[in-house]
């Protein structure tokens, strides 16, 4: 197996083996749609279905949706410039 560093979408470095990755497809432990993909399809499936309660407040699939954060934004923050 070779590993070498790959930058992932969000800019984050890892270390990367395509053989295990394409073996790690193949078997089905992984899969192609992305974060998004699944919360839309869920979201689609049952809109209306309640997921989040916090005291009195709800929040549908539909609702947790159109609040989302894109996940760079809320991983990936500026670093602060060196003095």
């Avoid at 979408?9 to 699944?38: M, N």
Wanted: with cysteine; net charge positive; charged share 35%.
């Amino acid at each position: 197996m070779q590993w070498t560093m790959k930058t992932d979408p969000s800019g984050f470095k890892t270390r990367w083996c395509q053989e295990l990755a394409d073996r790690y497809l193949a078997e089905g432990h992984w899969t192609r749609p992305t974060l998004r993909d699944i919360a839309r399809t869920r979201a689609a499936e049952d809109p209306g279905k309640v997921i989040i309660i916090e005291g009195e407040n709800r929040l549908t699939r539909s609702g947790c949706l159109d609040q989302a954060v894109t996940p760079r934004r809320m991983v990936r923050r500026p670093r602060p410039q060196a003095r």
